[in-house]
């Protein structure tokens, strides 16, 4: 069984452009979340989007969005990016609330 | 407010030890913890979870350990190995969080160092 998928892996941005991320969960998964890892702040909570439906938000800016597909896939996007939205962001996906979430290898996004 | 903590930043074992990383959680209504490993350049990687009605699962050379009364998690990992070597995070859902579903609380995590 194929795990969580994310892409790209890796990602070089300049502040104000913007970004799409990926996250392919595991087959059979219909929750995908998102953080955001950081040395500084740890891993945070962006969005957790279930039967493609936003779920929980946490406390990011509107700068951060999401969106989830009818085949469960989920997308995240960060506009008008800033040096400080470097970070690692990282999907997981688990089958329904209070299940074992998975996480994919994130994507490591660096704003010059 | 909740939160999720480490008693400790790092913690260097010799292989072939038993090692204890410890948590504490604020949130008495959390009623799910989870563990994870992250190595380098990965993503966190599930090792084992607890419920809140229970006080102790065992996996293959973990064990989990869940005290309710103090709030505090414990993750055990029986004869330590090189491989063991990560960055291991506690977690915790509040059902109680406003629109929560999958939302987790991730502590600063521990470093985990086994020396040969």
């Known amino acids: 069984k194929a795990g969580v998928t994310q892409t790209p892996r890796y990602l070089i941005k300049t502040r104000g452009q913007q970004v799409t991320l990926s996250c392919s969960p595991i087959s059979g998964h219909r929750s995908v979340s998102w953080y955001q890892q950081t040395p500084g702040q740890g891993l945070q909570f962006l969005f957790e989007y279930f039967s493609e439906t936003q779920r929980n938000k946490g406390n990011f800016p509107g700068r951060f969005s999401g969106r989830q597909f009818s085949n469960s896939r989920s997308e995240m996007n960060v506009s008008t990016l800033e040096l400080g939205d470097s970070a690692l962001y990282l999907c997981?996906?688990?089958?329904?609330?209070?299940?074992?979430?998975?996480f994919g290898q994130g994507t490591r996004l660096t704003v010059v | 407010g909740e939160s999720v903590g480490l008693h400790l930043p790092t913690l260097s074992v010799q292989e072939g030890d038993n090692s204890i990383i410890n948590c504490a959680y604020s949130n008495s209504a959390s009623d799910y913890f989870i563990w994870y490993k992250q190595e380098s350049g990965k993503g966190p990687q599930f090792i084992i979870d607890?419920?809140?009605?229970?006080d102790k699962r065992q996996g293959q050379r973990v064990t989990v350990l869940l005290n309710k009364t103090v709030k505090h998690l414990s993750l055990q990992i029986a004869a330590t190995q090189p491989g063991d070597s990560a960055v291991y995070f506690c977690a915790e859902r509040n059902p109680r969080n406003t629109g929560a579903n999958s939302k987790l609380t991730f502590g600063k995590g521990i470093t985990l160092s086994v020396r040969p």
């Open positions: 997981a996906s688990s089958l329904a609330w209070s299940t074992e979430a998975f």
């Open positions: 607890i419920r809140s009605n229970m």
